[in-house]
């Protein structure tokens, strides 16, 4: 591959009070056997020792890292936001973004690399726990729907959306679709994204060799009258954040089915965490606030506004 400015890799790493984490993901990005040309770590105005770690440990000295200090905490999509901006302006071709938690396998940005042909196509890395995948991926093309082993994924597949943990968009496609929505703070933000990238009439591709290691998450099926709902256990705080962006993203493209699916999911979940999660009236509090928010298209960081922890 020619280092043009059009086939550059810029990795962008979003971090908020995990420089225990941040160092590991550090390591694994420059570990890669096809190496990045740039790295922007993205630091999220943390308050533990992220800053003096990156100094003490000689990161800042790397020629081709760069560390964008905000003063304040914009959330994992303002952090996004923001990196892919600095990165897209700094004349990089693809770019590659992750969490502060991803731990990429040595050769998985050359796996990612050998696949990501078309920059009018989104490709990601495929998040592992080992042998398992860290989430449930359903693949659309080849049609295999859900699927929990990491080796099942093929090598390249369409997919309905992508997380920002090993997301690789072009910046020409970034030109046409804008940059992620900051004002959803945090969660659905990629999806959103991904949406977007449809819509402008991308594909989104998962590439099934390149691997990134990261928590798994253990997700809840509920079947409630013939539907399955997924839920996840979460803080009252990042559940009005869940709630309200999902309702977000099916107000803006979803039509009816806003009031058919979304809405309804919604109150599926809401009766779910009164029966499986603690602290259930703030549980309760949360919802409703993502719900009046979601509704009404109201975005920001907005739980403090409400008051919940």
Known sequence: MTHNAASTIC??????NRSHLL??????????????????????????????MLSEQGWLDHLNLELIALQDNFGGAGGFAIGLQHASAGGSGWI??????????????????RQ????????????VNGPHTAWLTTVLDPPLGELDMADEIPDSAKVQSLPFLGFLIHSSLVARIGLPDSDYFIAADDVEYCVRAQKAGASIIIVGKSRIEHPKSRPVHVHILGR???????PPWKRYYDTRNRLLIARKYFGIRLFTQTIPGT??????????????LTQLYAFTAGLIDGLLGIKGKRHDTWGIR
Request: glycine letters at 2%; one cysteine or more.
């Open 228 to 234: 399955k709902v997924v839920f996840l256990s979460l």
């Open 11 to 16: 990795a962008v790493v979003v971090t908020h």
């Open 23 to 52: 160092e590991k993901a550090l390591t694994g990005l420059f570990a890669q056997t096809r190496r990045c040309d740039r790295i922007l770590v993205v630091d999220n105005a943390s308050t533990d020792n992220t800053r003096e």
């Open 116 to 127: 990501a042909n078309d920059p009018s196509c989104i490709y990601g890395s495929l998040a």
């Open 267 to 280: 109150l599926v979940r809401m009766f779910v965490a009164l029966l499986k999660e603690p602290n259930k």
């Open 96 to 113: 590659w973004m992750m969490d502060d938690d991803a731990e990429p396998h040595p050769t998985s940005l050359e796996a990612l690399m």
